[in-house]
């Protein structure tokens, strides 16, 4: 009875999760189209150009195309939200700094903001 409990506790706690994880991620690359701007597994971020099959096309810069497996899509990246919405710390931007279009968290895993210049 114990292993059976066990297992049932591991499954909800461990199994599930990363399956829904793993389902979430799958459907994401699924519906990526050409104009979406993305970040890779790898931190580049990028626009879509075209989509081929298991493959995307990628602008990383005016003119400089490069070709992605889907897999190594992390995150669609959406437009930061208008200056002024929010509250969530002292300054007022949730710990985020605007470069371009983008919203980058500018805490350490702590939580703690991170105080060096961005490479």
Known sequence: ???ILLFVVFYFLIIRPQRKRQQEQIRMQ???TPGSRVMTTTGLFANVVAIDGDDVILEIAP???SRWV???IGRVVTPAAAPGGGESDER???GAEETGSERVDS???D???TGGAKS
């Open 92 to 94: 007022g931007d949730g």
């Open 70 to 72: 889907k897999a190594a």
């Open 30 to 32: 699924n519906s990526l």
């Open 111 to 113: 939580g703690k903001e």
């Open 63 to 65: 003119g400089v195309e």
């Open 107 to 109: 805490t350490d895993g």
């Open 1 to 3: 009875m114990p292993l």
